[in-house]
């Protein structure tokens, strides 16, 4: 780790900001401040927020990385961590995800939560999260990394912002009387052909328990969930490379399905 005079989250923030406003994946910042230190990690990740905030960008929820084991191998970790979602980050499913936008896209299918209530409880459980809970929809969450080649550790991913891109809620929204979160099934499909499936108990056992984690965890740093947040509670299976343009569907027993099309600017002007 950087030692002596040098801030190092505000050379990790700045390397990482280079990166994004460049489109030019930057090296790990692991070397500015270390591998596993969550606390300068997060406070990366506080101060990005917060000069993306001063840039117009408006906070609408978080979300839930890391629960699920096949994630955690995919990626060479073995905790979960969390980011926050900006209102630039949401995408329509009727509409087109230009690849232009990102550096190196992985999709991954998800159940998210539209929160009824703020949670404040720091001992907040699954049992009493579920009761905040407005309704559940079956979501595509688009990971990126401004990690040159996905090379992280930890704390890259929790520096930035969870390692984060963009994602798509789909049309049905489900109340939790109607969903057993756990028991949802998932099958994710790239143009047609099946590419990844999962269910409900990859995500922590039980994506409500990935929502309680986040409660406990966002209250501890002081930034609480609030009523009309939106949650992705986590991926329910591994993650699939956009590295073309492609149509990515996923199918969630109970929730319905969601689904995104990506297109490159040379299948844009072809159109």
């Known amino acids: 780790m950087t030692t002596g005079t040098t801030d190092p989250v505000a050379a990790a923030c700045r390397r990482l900001r280079t990166a994004a406003r460049t489109r030019t994946p930057c090296p790990p910042v692991r070397d500015l401040i270390g591998p596993d230190d969550e606390t300068l990690a997060y406070a990366v990740q506080r101060r990005l927020t917060q000069a993306g905030v001063r840039d117009g960008r408006r906070p609408v929820g978080r979300k839930v990385g890391l629960t699920a084991p096949a994630v955690q191998r995919q990626l060479g ?6 980011g926050m979602l900006f209102d630039d980050m949401a995408c329509a499913e009727s509409g087109n995800i230009s690849l232009d936008r990102l550096l190196q896209p992985r999709a991954e299918a998800e159940i998210a939560f539209v929160l009824a209530e703020d949670v ?9 999260v579920r009761r905040r809970v407005a309704y559940a929809v079956a979501a595509l969450e688009i990971v990126d990394s401004r990690i040159a080649g996905w090379d992280i550790s930890f704390a890259d991913t929790v520096a930035d912002n969870g390692s984060s891109g963009l994602f798509v809620l789909g049309a049905d929204h489900v109340p939790l009387d109607a969903v057993e979160p756990a028991a949802v099934r998932m099958t994710m499909y ?5 590419a990844s499936t999962g ?13 309680a984690w986040l409660a406990r965890t966002a209250l501890a740093h002081g930034d609480p969930l609030r009523a009309g947040d939106v949650v992705l509670s986590g991926a329910l299976g591994p993650m699939v490379a956009v590295d073309r343009a492609m149509y990515v569907r996923a199918d969630l027993t109970g929730l319905g399905s969601v689904q995104a099309t990506f297109t490159t600017p040379e299948t844009k002007g072809g159109s």
Do not use: I
């Not at 404040?120 to 009493?128: E, F, I, N, R, Y």
């Not at 790239?190 to 099946?194: I, S």
């Not at 990859?202 to 328990?209: F, I, N, R, V, Y």
């Open 190 to 194: 790239v143009d047609g052909v099946p």
């Open 199 to 211: 269910s409900g108990a990859a995500c922590l056992g039980d994506p409500l328990e990935a929502l």
């Open 120 to 128: 404040t409880d720091p001992g907040v459980t699954a049992v009493a």
């Open 77 to 82: 970790v073995d905790r979960p961590d969390f």
